[in-house]
T-cell receptor, first 113, second 112 residues
Framework: NAGVTQTPKFQVLKTGQSMTLQCAQDMNHEYMSWYRQDPGMGLRLIHYSVGAGITDQGEVPNGYNVSRSTTEDFPLRLLSAAPSQTSVYFC????????????FGNGTRLTVT | AQRVTQPEKLLSVFKGAPVELKCNYSYSGSPELFWYVQYSRQRLQLLLRHISRESIKGFTADLNKGETSFHLKKPFAQEEDSAMYYCALSGRPKAAGNKLTFGGGTRVLVKP
């Protein structure tokens, strides 16, 4: 049981480049989300999804796109990377009904130069 | 809007000493509060939540609605408690899923 798997672990981009951060979970969780972690600011919600085909914006969605074509996968796309997007990105999932703990991936450390 | 504040960025204590991590929140309704922990080289994971009224690894946290606080306490800190701790809030209703608002985090360093 792998849980939540994020790839890549590290990435360096140049300003203006695009890329996709991958997230997959094998726990049949309906709810998936993306957070970014910045020093002193905790984790801030970027986008989330309550099920396949349904996505919504979180606190800091600008510059990011998501899609949820399957229950298992929830990729995060940076269309045109900016230095302000340098951060550590975490994908998390949980059951939707009631509250259950968020299961986090190991994170992706992204640097935009 | 909901907000979580952790006033201490770093907490350094000696092994065996008590440790208390402060968490204050702002939310107009009835919140659910959680503590998440991230040990070195490990994933962020749930430590405890107020609705369970549980003690995990010797840690307890009491929700004080009057003071809007959810401080995390342990009477005798151990070196393995050194980690990053995040307080988090989930508002109700849960129809929008398990969105959490996190505080800025407190790094705990337990010295031998």
């Amino acid at each position: 049981n792998a849980g939540v798997t994020q790839t890549p672990k590290f990435q360096v981009l140049k300003t203006g480049q695009s890329m996709t951060l991958q997230c997959a979970q094998d726990m049949n969780h309906e709810y998936m989300s993306w957070y970014r972690q910045d020093p002193g600011m905790g984790l801030r919600l970027i986008h989330y999804s309550v099920g396949a085909g349904i996505t919504d914006q979180g606190e800091v969605p600008n510059g990011y796109n998501v899609s949820r074509s399957t229950t298992e996968d929830f990729p995060l796309r940076l269309l045109s990377a900016a230095p302000s997007q340098t951060s550590v990105y975490f994908c998390a999932s949980s059951y939707r009904e009631g509250y259950s703990p968020l299961h986090f991936g190991n994170g992706t450390r992204l640097t935009v130069t | 809007a909901q907000r979580v504040t952790q006033p201490e960025k770093l907490l350094s204590v000696f092994k065996g000493a008590p440790v208390e991590l402060k968490c204050n929140y702002s939310y107009s309704g009835s919140p659910e509060l959680f503590w998440y922990v991230q040990y070195s080289r490990q994933r962020l994971q749930l430590l405890l939540r107020h609705i369970s009224r549980e003690s995990i690894k010797g840690f307890t946290a009491d929700l004080n609605k009057g003071e809007t606080s959810f401080h995390l306490k342990k009477p005798f800190a151990q070196e393995e408690d050194s980690a990053m701790y995040y307080c988090a809030l989930s508002g109700r209703p849960k129809a929008a899923g398990n969105k959490l608002t996190f505080g800025g985090g407190t790094r705990v360093l337990v010295k031998p």
